[in-house]
């Protein structure tokens, strides 16, 4: 939406002036953006420190140059942590999974336009991450059988 701004200003400490201005056109904005969160988008599941890529799709007529925060959930959604600076709308994000297992880990993606409109939105269902390479130690190390086999 463009709108015009017209400016009266009268001055009432006992001087006689007025003045009038008319603005430039400007444009206002009051639509929010839309997002969708691609991936991980619930069911997933990957190893520790594995680096996976958080997919996003975001659109708005008056994104700046980093309109888009990246959001962390461990529990479902119920808290978020930010780990991230502002991003840019590239629609990707490269990601360090991390050290400590998750069943109900969540992305959350914020898009922010320049007037302060925003939209989110949240990965439809957990996903999860979890350690390999844990180390099973059988003893003894070594075993012996007696087969007797017999008609």
Do not use: H
């Not at 409109?117 to 075993?143: H, W």
């Amino acid at each position: 939406m463009k709108i015009l701004v017209l400016i009266t200003a009268i001055l009432t400490l006992g001087f006689a002036d007025t003045g009038e201005g008319v603005s430039e056109l400007v444009t206002l904005d009051t639509v929010d953006p839309t997002v969708q969160v691609l991936a991980p988008n619930g069911g997933e599941n990957y190893v520790n420190e594995e680096f996976i890529e958080i997919t996003w799709s975001a659109s708005d007529f008056s994104f700046g140059n980093a309109p888009i925060k990246i959001y962390f959930s461990e529990d479902g959604g119920e808290t978020y942590t930010d780990n991230t600076d502002f991003e840019e709308n590239d629609g990707i994000y490269q990601w360090t999974v991390p050290d400590t297992p998750c069943i109900d880990a969540v992305v959350r993606i914020t898009a922010i336009d320049e007037f302060g409109n925003s939209a989110n939105d949240e990965s439809d269902n957990s996903f999860s991450y979890y350690e390999v390479g844990a180390q099973i130690s059988i003893s003894p190390s070594s075993l012996s059988f007696d087969i007797n086999l017999e008609n």
